[in-house]
């Protein structure tokens, strides 16, 4: 049966549709702001500044359900690769206190014992039952979900039902330099929610079909996202798991996902004009400095040059900020 609407039924509809859309974020229109925040450590003082980055965004999550989804790779007692379990915590303490049902997420791609990983990770001991609050998304069941107006050579992907079904997807990375992508922050950190179990580790389906192509079309199948970067000790050089950890003391949040990797990358003195994924999911004026509200810390204050591997020096700001 075929539905005639008036325009004015049709007008209402789509009111109704876009308000349901903006429920839980202010994202897009064209230009969300992003905001910067000093944060010198893993400290308690993260429980505070998750909830006023809540507050300051407008986040209306009250009964909605929001899934947390760290960047949980690979342990490295020396190093540093993951996000920190302490924001995690803190963002799930806000978003609670905010009135959300909190739950937590990931799909790693290199290591098939997802809890092994978050146990050494720290998340264990940080978050008080983890264990009942995750989700591994390499096991959940899925569902098949056609790509919008793919970039890569894949039309679908088969995704979970937990972060399909989510009001609120909160991609939470960490800060890093991509011996591939240049940079991997909240739209790489997407990877996360593609299967292993279908896919298989580490997930080179991703690869084949084209990294860029496959973080920009993983951006378009999830609108109702918000970015929570861990900054506060990066990644740089041969990232995201080889590298060396830079204490760079930021925390950077947003509702568009692209102004706020476009934001981190100039924190990071990269230039994100010439990272792959970010031109193929916006424009250059989007992605232009001055068409992105920012909030809080300006990036210069914050600046501080992430070294790359040489065959990446092409990525470099051709100014960059000298290291104190």
């Not at 580790?201 to 860029?212: C, E, Q, R, S, Y």
């Amino acid at each position: 049966m075929t539905m005639h609407l008036t325009r004015r039924e049709w007008i209402a509809g789509a009111a109704g549709g876009m308000a349901a859309l903006s429920a839980c974020t202010r994202k897009p229109e064209k230009f969300a702001p992003v905001s910067i925040y000093r944060a010198a450590s893993y400290s308690e003082d993260l429980y505070d500044l998750l909830r006023r980055i809540i507050a300051e965004h407008r986040l209306n999550v009250r009964g909605k359900r929001v899934v947390l989804k760290p960047n949980l790779v690979e342990f490295d007692e020396k190093t540093t690769i993951n996000t920190h379990p302490k924001l995690v915590h803190a963002a799930l303490e806000a978003f609670r206190a905010a009135g959300a049902d909190v739950f937590i997420a990931e799909g790693p791609g290199h290591r098939r014992v997802t809890l092994d990983l978050a146990e050494a990770a720290g998340y264990f001991s940080t978050v008080p039952r983890f264990e009942s609050l995750f989700t591994d998304l390499n096991l959940d069941e899925v569902t098949k979900t056609g790509l919008i107006r793919p970039h890569s050579k894949l039309s679908s992907l088969f995704l979970p039902n937990t972060v399909l079904g989510c009001d609120l997807l909160v991609s939470m990375p960490k800060m890093k330099t991509h011996h591939w992508a240049g940079a991997t922050l909240s739209m790489k950190n997407l990877f996360g929610v593609v299967p292993g179990g279908i896919y298989g580790w580490p997930k080179n389906v991703l690869h084949w079909a084209g990294i860029d192509q496959t973080i920009a079309d993983l951006h378009g199948v999830f609108p109702r996202t918000f970015s929570i970067v861990d900054g506060i000790v990066g990644m740089e050089g041969n990232g995201p798991i080889q590298g060396t950890p830079l204490a760079a003391g930021v925390v950077v949040a947003g509702a568009d996902a692209v102004a706020v990797d476009a934001t981190c990358c100039r924190v990071m003195q990269l230039d994100p004009l010439r990272i792959g994924y970010l031109r193929l999911a916006a424009t250059a004026e989007q992605l232009h400095p001055s068409q992105i509200p920012q909030e809080g810390e300006s990036i210069a204050s914050v600046a501080r040059p992430f070294a790359l591997l040489p065959d990446l020096q092409y990525l470099h700001l051709q100014e960059k900020t000298p290291r104190a």
